[in-house]
């Protein structure tokens, strides 16, 4: 279910702290995928459950099977739009609680996105999430519009 910034439903705090509904790529019944406005490497993502629990395994087992589709499609759609090295998914849930991921593409050298280098600084080891590319509102809409086109 593809719905536009119009038709979106912010469902929890860590959506709309990571921009909801401006930043909604797509949207699930169960979950949404959200551009991370801070982004640590080109593509950077919130993968953001709806339901109202604090802990992975309180999740429905509907959400659960939901989540195995969007991240093959997460995936696909990244690979085609940026050609990723490695993926990483981080739950961290320390300061926003909502469940949610970190999905963040990894790359062995910089990438170029609308005139502007990209650098991923924790290469090869953890995502350094506080050395950001510096985007702004017009560059990330660029990024989400080139993710939404390469979603199938």
């Not at 759609?77 to 490695?86: D, P, T």
């Amino acid at each position: 279910m593809n719905q536009n910034v119009t038709e979106v439903r912010v469902f929890n705090a860590t959506m709309q702290k990571f921009g909801a509904p401006h930043t909604i790529i797509k949207q699930y019944q169960h979950w949404s995928v959200l551009l991370r406005p801070a982004q640590a490497t080109l593509g950077a993502l919130i993968l953001a459950a709806h339901e109202p629990v604090t802990a992975f395994s309180e999740l429905s087992s509907s959400s659960f099977n939901e989540l195995r589709e969007i991240t093959k499609q997460l995936e696909a759609a990244l690979a085609k739009a940026f050609q990723y090295n490695k993926i990483n998914y981080l739950m961290l849930m320390m300061v926003d609680p909502d469940v949610h991921f970190h999905v963040i593409p990894r790359y062995a050298q910089s990438k170029t996105f609308s005139n502007m280098d990209f650098v991923d600084a924790g290469w090869p080891t953890m995502p350094d999430l506080k050395q950001v590319n510096l985007t702004d509102a017009t560059q990330n809409d660029l990024i989400m519009q080139h993710i939404q086109k390469c979603w199938h």
